[in-house]
């Protein structure tokens, strides 16, 4: 059958609506973009990449933006975190000593800003409140250690400039550009070492794990390399970003802390330790650390990852040598376990949607893949994504969200 012009202009034009009806809903059942990190890519300069998936509010679907993956801007990313308007996404690049900047379009796309170098040598974990931006590094800066001679690791404090002072720079730079490392005056430099008071010269404290809960108070966990003991650093935060150690500090824990977190509110610190197989919870009070009184609590083997829900209800562990995901309940900050859900090959990390707070994902190491699932807001179990786990590029090592729709760039 053959139709003349105006029909031919008719059915074109309801066709382009329809699609033009279908791309608007794909877009607004777009609820968050997440982004991992992966330590290896193909190409000569072997830098790392970064995947980017869309994640559906119906069905959880984590599906790669078109453009997916961008470089890192350096080589084994192994860390990440978003700025506080969400417009940023700072990716850690452990064997450049490199922090880099990635404006977040509002399509998801990365758009590399500026790179800066972190104070000591190897980072390995960031966290990020209010306007400061908190890096651990594995090593102190040079010419104090090296890898050959390695000693005690270090934290590094970067200002989040606002748009007004990223402005006022020569030459101007974007909104949430990392400015000069705050200064530690006690030793005139720009990083707090994380030393083991009374320990041998020998004795290096091997950082693993850094959190800042929203009370104001920076935790960072790790291993004495001699003893294989484990402990915690505590340091309240100054306004200019400078750091205070907690009278008290640091506290033995376990013998290989791994994960660290706390929950929205400040009140509870949680620990995971990946040799004894357990969490150690505590209570947060004014900074110092009390035990709660059913910690610690068991996981499964090799517990590497851990993030609790926005309510403060739910904990879930990522257990890297089980390749899965341990779910728990919270009550009065003791954890109560509910069930464990099969992941992809060894999960390194894990985070949970800033939006609705209703799905949980997992970046696979060995299984180059992300797993994602929907949490069950009532009883705390996990379903299995549509079509999950979703592949990534090789060795992912970081997962971080932005809320689709969110203060854009």
Same mark, same amino acid.
């Given at each position: ?17 329809? #699609? ?11 609820? !968050? ?8 890519? #193909?190409?000569? %300069?072997?830098?790392? &990449?970064?995947?980017?998936? &869309?994640? /559906?509010? &119906? ?17 084994? =990313? ?6 506080? *308007? &969400? @417009?940023?996404?700072?990716?850690? /690049?452990?064997? !450049? ?40 590094? $594995? ?35 974007? @909104?949430?550009?990392?400015?000069? =490392? ?20 020998? *004795? ?8 800042? #809960? ?13 003893? /294989?003991?484990?402990?915690?650093? +505590?340091?309240?935060?100054?306004? !200019? ?15 290989? =802390?791994?994960?660290?977190?706390? *929950? ?25 650390? $009390? ?20 309510? +403060? ?6 257990? $890297? ?10 009550? @009065?900050? %003791? ?17 949970? *949607?800033?939006?609705? /707070? ?52």
């Amino acid at each position: 059958m053959k139709f003349n012009k105006p029909i031919q202009l008719l059915a074109i034009s309801a066709a382009s609506l329809l #699609a033009a009806s279908f791309l608007s809903a794909c877009s607004t059942l777009t609820v !968050d973009f997440v982004y991992v990190t992966s330590a290896k890519a #193909a190409g000569p %300069n072997n830098y790392g &990449e970064v995947n980017v998936f &869309e994640i /559906n509010s &119906e069905s959880g679907r984590m599906r790669q933006i078109v453009t997916s993956p961008f470089p890192s801007g350096g080589r084994n =990313p192994v860390a990440e975190a978003v700025s506080p *308007d &969400e @417009a940023d996404l700072y990716v850690v /690049n452990r064997d !450049d000593n490199s922090i880099v900047q990635f404006a977040i379009g509002s399509d998801g796309k990365l758009y590399p800003q500026n790179t800066v170098n972190t104070p000591g040598i190897f980072p390995l974990a960031v966290s990020v409140a209010g306007n400061f931006l908190y890096v651990l590094d $594995t090593y102190q800066p040079l010419p104090t250690c090296n890898p050959a001679s390695p000693c005690s690791g270090s934290i590094g404090v970067f200002p989040i400039l606002s748009t007004a002072q990223a402005a006022a720079l020569t030459p101007p730079q974007p @909104a949430d550009t990392l400015g000069t =490392p705050v200064v530690n005056t006690s030793i005139s430099a720009s990083y707090w070492p994380l030393l083991l008071s009374g320990a041998a010269a020998s *004795d290096v404290f091997v950082p693993t794990a850094i959190t800042v #809960a929203s009370s104001g108070s920076v935790y960072a966990a790790g291993y004495d390399s001699t003893t /294989n003991l484990g402990y915690v650093f +505590g340091f309240t935060t100054g306004s !200019d970003g400078t750091l205070t150690a907690i009278p008290g500090f640091p506290v033995a824990i376990g013998t290989r =802390p791994s994960a660290i977190a706390s *929950d929205a509110t400040g009140s509870y610190l949680y620990i995971t330790d990946s040799t004894q197989n357990v969490i150690y919870g505590f209570q947060i009070n004014g900074g110092a650390l $009390t035990a709660l009184t059913g910690s610690p609590f068991a996981t499964g083997a090799q517990p590497g990852a851990i993030v609790l829900d926005a309510t +403060g209800k739910y904990a879930m562990v990522a257990n $890297t040598q089980d390749s899965n995901i341990s779910v728990y309940s919270v009550s @009065a900050g %003791n954890l109560s376990r509910l069930g464990t859900y099969t992941t992809g090959t060894q999960p390194v990390a894990i985070g949970i *949607d800033p939006s609705l /707070n209703q799905y949980v994902y997992t970046a696979n190491f060995l299984g180059n893949n992300v797993s994602g699932f929907q949490l069950n807001a009532t009883d705390g179990s996990l379903l299995n994504s549509q079509f999950s786990p979703s592949t990534a590029s090789a060795n992912p090592t970081a997962v971080a969200a932005v809320t689709h729709g969110g203060t854009k760039k």
